[in-house]
C-alpha cells in the first residue's frame, strides 16, 4: 500500500487529553466526509472542519511506498538524541516515549497494520484522532473519536470521545453510554465564518462541562499559540 501524506511536522498536542504532549503530527491526504475544497463545504456532511488535507503539498508531505519509509521519515521530525528503539520500550515510561498523532482528513482510510507495526518498531506511541466512520485497526495506543454530524459511527470504543460543540446533530448526552475513557468537549471553531463564534462557542462549552462534570472542556491552544 502506497500513503499520501499532506504534512509531517513537530509540535504539541493542542486539544484533548494530551494537551502539552510534545509529537510528531502525521497528517494524511483526504477525508471521506468533504473533499476539503470550500466550494463542497456547504454540502458536506462535516461543514465545520478547520483543517487544510488537500494535496500532498504540506511540509513532509508526498506518497511514501511502504511503511518503513513512511515510519522512518515520521522519526526524523523526532528531536535527535531522544529516539528509543523498540527494544527500549519497556523500560520507558509513556512520558517519554515519542508519539505520533496520526490525523487528517480521515487518517483511517490509509493507516493499517503495516504502518502501525512500522511506527512502534521505530519507537513511537500511536495516537489518532478519527471520525469513528471506519473500524480502527489492531494496535493503536490512543484511540480519539470525534463523530461529525450526520455521519453514521461505527468505531464506538477506545480511549477519548472528543465531541465539537454544538452540532444540532448530535448531543453530548447521545455519547455516554459508549465504552470511552474520556469524554471531551471541544468548542466549534466557526472563525471562518464569524471572528466572534469561537468565543461564544467556548462560552457554550464551558457551561455544559461545568453543569454536566463527566465532560472535560478541550481547547485548541494551539491555536492561542499561533502554532500548528
Not at 18 to 47: M, Q
Not at 111 to 128: N, R, T
Request: aromatic content about 10%; hydrophobic content about 35%; glycine content about 8%.
Amino acid at each position: 500500500m502506497t500513503y499520501s501524506v499532506k504534512e509531517i511536522f513537530l509540535s504539541v498536542q493542542g486539544e484533548g487529553v494530551h494537551s502539552g504532549r510534545p509529537s510528531v503530527f502525521l497528517r494524511f491526504a483526504g477525508c471521506n466526509l468533504w473533499s476539503g475544497r470550500e466550494k463542497d463545504r456547504a454540502t458536506a456532511i462535516c461543514k465545520f472542519c478547520d483543517t487544510e488535507f488537500v494535496g500532498m503539498d504540506g511540509l513532509g508531505g508526498g506518497q511514501f511506498l511502504t511503511a518503513e519509509s513512511l515510519a522512518q521519515t515520521v522519526l526524523s521530525y523526532w528531536p535527535e538524541g531522544h529516539h528509543f528503539s523498540s527494544e527500549d520500550l519497556p523500560c520507558e515510561t509513556a512520558s517519554t516515549q515519542p508519539w505520533v498523532i496520526c490525523t487528517g482528513g480521515e487518517p483511517l482510510l490509509q493507516l493499517d497494520v503495516d504502518l502501525i507495526a512500522a511506527l512502534h518498531k521505530v519507537g513511537f506511541k500511536i495516537g489518532v484522532e478519527s471520525n469513528g466512520t471506519i473500524k480502527a485497526p489492531k494496535g493503536v495506543d490512543w484511540l480519539c473519536i470525534s463523530p461529525k454530524a450526520d455521519a453514521k459511527l461505527l468505531q464506538k470504543t477506545g480511549d477519548e470521545l472528543k465531541l465539537v460543540y454544538p452540532q444540532p446533530e448530535n448531543k453530548p448526552e447521545d455519547y455516554e453510554h459508549l465504552d470511552f475513557k474520556v469524554f471531551s468537549l471541544q468548542p466549534r471553531d466557526d472563525s471562518y465564518l464569524n471572528s466572534d463564534k469561537r468565543g461564544q462557542n467556548e462560552k457554550i462549552a464551558y457551561e455544559y462541562c461545568t453543569a454536566n462534570p463527566r465532560w472535560r472542556l478541550s481547547l485548541q491552544t494551539h491555536k492561542y499559540l499561533g502554532v500548528r
